[in-house]
């Protein structure tokens, strides 16, 4: 199996895109993921929609390390949805040469939100963008089935799925409605690891995506049935962020154990089972 890896902003947060890149290089990514937009009121992220400055020093980056970025989120569709709200944001990810945005479904009207989505893909098309509608099990969008009833029905030809490990194991997803998902449906998928009991509360679930999420292999999630659904050419970002590891051992450790693991369970993957 051939794959991408992308070493996305949670995994190195709060390190700003420059730095991202340089660190990329270095453990043998061919990718980044950047936050342009918090994904919660006064959340972490780098501010290249507002910060001229940072963003020309990260295409320069880019250009310098050849190392690009993948995936740029994250679009939250609310019932107040307006287009025009994300017109900074898509600009800065085209910018960037982006290939993906991450968008997250906020709106529980969902014939509203398959519009919201279809109008969202329209503005992310004019940039060489897809959009890619993240199934989380305490948003509108809840599993798999669900993101794609919303985008075959917004039936925008930029429009994906995204397949996220940690959610696809803790909401009523199977490995076959992964496996069923279309080819031309799915830019990339983002990998990680976790205790395999499942939290009770979206409080849990929330705090586990957020601040606790483990090095693939380290938990409890059948991460090389995950890999084995998905195509075997779909880029992987690299999604682990961790209150206690990271900062203990620092972004450059963990997105080096981060990368290692990843490439274990994809060869594990292809040989049928995850070894020690």
Same mark, same amino acid.
């Given at each position: 199996?051939?794959?991408? @890896?992308? %070493?996305?902003? %949670? =995994? ?16 043998? @990514? ?10 919660? *009121? ?8 507002? #910060?001229?400055?940072?963003? /020309?020093?990260?295409?320069? +980056?880019?250009? &310098? ?11 939250? %569709?609310?019932? #107040? ?23 997250? +479904?906020? &709106? ?9 989505? !279809?109008?969202?893909?329209k503005a992310?098309?004019?940039? +060489?963008?897809?959009? #890619? ?5 305490? =948003?509108?969008?809840?599993?798999a089935? !669900? ?16 397949? &996220? ?8 997803? =199977? /490995? ?5 998902? *279309?080819?031309? %449906?799915? $830019?990339?998928?983002?990998?990680? #690891? ?19 999420? /483990? ?21 992987? $970002? ?7 590891? /990271? ?27 995850? $070894?020690?």
């Open positions: 199996m051939t794959h991408i @890896y992308s %070493l996305a902003y %949670l =995994t190195s947060a709060p390190m700003a895109p420059p730095d991202a890149l340089l660190l990329a290089q270095k453990l043998g @990514y061919q990718a980044i993921g950047v936050r342009v937009a918090p994904a919660t *009121p006064g959340g972490d992220f780098s501010p290249l929609a507002t #910060d001229p400055c940072l963003l /020309l020093e990260t295409i320069r +980056g880019i250009d &310098d390390t050849g190392i690009t970025v993948f995936d740029v989120e994250i679009a939250r %569709l609310r019932a #107040d949805f307006e287009v025009d709200q994300f017109a900074a944001f898509l600009e800065a990810a085209g910018e960037l040469k982006a290939r993906a945005i991450l968008v997250a +479904g906020d &709106d529980l009207d969902e014939a509203r939100l398959t519009d919201s989505f !279809a109008q969202f893909c992310a098309a004019s940039y +060489g963008l897809t959009a #890619d509608l993240e199934f989380m099990p305490w =948003t509108a969008v809840k599993n089935e !669900a993101a794609l009833r919303i985008v075959t029905k917004a039936g925008e030809p930029n429009g994906r799925v995204l397949v &996220d490990a940690l959610h696809a194991a803790r909401s009523a997803t =199977t /490995l076959n409605d992964i496996a069923a998902l *279309p080819r031309n %449906l799915l $830019s990339y998928a983002q990998l990680c #690891d976790a205790p395999a009991r499942i939290p009770t509360t979206n409080d849990e679930l929330i705090h586990t995506a957020r601040c606790a999420r /483990l090095i693939p292999g380290e938990g409890g999630i059948d991460l090389a049935g995950i890999v084995s659904a998905l195509p075997d050419d779909l880029p992987l $970002s690299l999604e682990i962020p961790n209150d206690e590891w /990271l900062p203990r051992l620092g972004a450059e450790e963990w997105g080096r154990r981060a990368l290692a693991a990843a490439r274990r369970v994809v060869a594990a993957a292809a040989g049928g089972g995850l $070894s020690a």
